[in-house]
């Protein structure tokens, strides 16, 4: 038996046909949007998947002509080999020594200054965090003499304090302020739990707040740790001996050493990529935590 369909009302067609161009426009949105996201992959991978390359080449296969980006037999003894040219072991004992005693005392000030910004009530206290904040807006650069100037005065020139004690008067005014967007997430009710249970100011911050900010601790963990494993500038200033060097000054001596001769970068890419293995490892370990840790803190205001 034939069936006879009806023809769409006028209003259920004007639906029909905007429900379709709002599936296309959708469509065309996802295709930008993943093209975008593929060019910036492609801008982070291949400079990384250069570097790796190279660090496997010969020396004679540096500047050949044409380009060739993968090297024809892996050179895996470029590692040791530039292992065995300088003190490397003694440098990265110096950078992991400075980073983890940087790291820790960022992450331990910053929460208790943050946690006294969220929670405690005294005389202007508004404004003395409107002003740490502002001293987020100042270069860098400005600084740079009048705390060089001091720790001169320390006599604590060529040594590691200058990298290190610094931490531990809450340095980071950023981590500060995500660290209290978070204490400012939690309801008071659970620290009034606490405070019937006998704990005191000290022991509900260790033993109740802190767990409950883990995220924001490990983003500030990866952040601190990327920024101190990384920072040139300050050894730079500072740290005269060579014996005192963390890698990437050491680095930077390695490439000047050879300023006379032809630059062996099969050897500057093997460091480096053995400078990358930490902060690569530690980013995927924390990778959740961290991404979490930036948008809960972004969205409270």
């Known amino acids: 038996m034939a069936t006879v369909s009806t023809p769409a009302s006028p209003k259920t067609a004007l639906r029909m046909r905007s429900a379709g161009g709002m599936r296309m426009r959708r469509t065309v949105n996802d295709v930008i949007t993943y093209i975008l996201l593929v060019l910036g992959a492609l801008l982070v991978l291949i ?176 952040l601190s740790f990327t920024g101190n494993w990384n920072n040139f500038q300050a050894p730079l200033i500072y740290i005269n001996t060579p014996q005192k060097y963390p890698v990437i000054l050491a680095l930077y001596s390695f490439s000047e050493s050879l300023s006379k001769e032809a630059p062996k970068w099969h050897y500057m890419m093997a460091m480096t990529v053995i400078m990358s293995l930490p902060i690569v490892a530690l980013y995927f370990a924390a990778q959740r935590y961290f991404i979490e840790g930036l948008t809960v803190g972004a969205v409270k205001g």
């Open 47 to 222: 400079p990384l998947l250069w570097m790796i390359a190279t660090s496997l080449k010969t020396e004679s296969e540096l500047f050949l002509l044409p380009l060739r980006l993968f090297p024809e037999v892996p050179q895996w003894h470029n590692y040791i080999d530039v292992w065995r040219i300088q003190p490397f072991t003694q440098f990265f004992m110096n950078t992991i020594f400075i980073t983890v005693l940087a790291m820790g005392g960022e992450i331990l000030t910053c929460a208790l200054v943050a946690y006294g910004f969220a929670r405690f009530r005294f005389p202007g206290r508004d404004i003395l965090f409107i002003t740490m904040l502002g001293t987020m807006m100042l270069p860098g650069v400005v600084t740079l003499i009048p705390t060089f100037l001091i720790w001169r005065g320390f006599e604590r020139i060529d040594t590691f304090t200058p990298l290190t004690v610094g931490a531990l008067f809450a340095w980071g005014p950023a981590y500060i302020f995500l660290l209290r967007q978070f204490f400012l997430t939690i309801p008071r009710e659970i620290e009034e739990s606490a405070t019937i249970d006998g704990a005191n100011t000290l022991q509900t911050f260790f033993y109740v707040m802190l767990p409950l900010v883990k995220p924001a601790l490990l983003t500030i963990a990866v």
